[in-house]
């Protein structure tokens, strides 16, 4: 069984940067995508930032210019480089990954690996 774990959460004033690292069990190129998800307290998890095997990424309108998703495939890092944080950036963040071909996005279903998540707190 894959593991995925996530480090790098902790609490910031908005403004502030965050770099979240997923370290994986097996080589990050042998995920066909890997993505990144939130969840606020009350909320649904949604999704925030999805690298393909490639290096092709996509982002959720809510974090374009802000978050960079980027990852080393020797030492089985996916990253999350989080620049101009929001309070509303607030939430546990989880990686995703998955072997599966096919369109690489940040949604819930396409993904079968999860990590146990990291906390990001954005003070005002």
């Known amino acids: 069984q894959a593991l995925l774990v996530e480090s790098g959460g902790g609490s910031v004033q908005a403004g502030g940067s965050l770099r979240l690292s997923c370290v994986g069990s097996?080589?990050?190129?042998?995920?066909?995508?890997m993505g990144w998800f939130r969840q606020a307290p009350g909320k649904e998890r949604e999704g925030v930032a999805a690298i393909g095997r490639y290096g092709g990424t996509s982002y959720a309108d809510s974090v374009k210019g802000r978050f960079t998703s980027s990852k080393d495939n020797a030492k089985n890092t996916l990253y999350l480089q989080m620049n101009s944080l929001k309070p509303e950036d607030t939430a546990m963040y989880y990686c995703?990954?998955?072997?599966?071909?096919?369109?690489?996005?940040?949604?819930?279903?396409?993904?079968?690996?999860w990590g146990q998540g990291t906390q990001v707190t954005v003070s005002s």
């Open positions: 097996v080589s990050t190129y042998s995920w066909s995508c």
């Open positions: 995703a990954a998955d072997r599966v071909d096919g369109v690489c996005a940040a949604v819930e279903g396409r993904f079968g690996y």
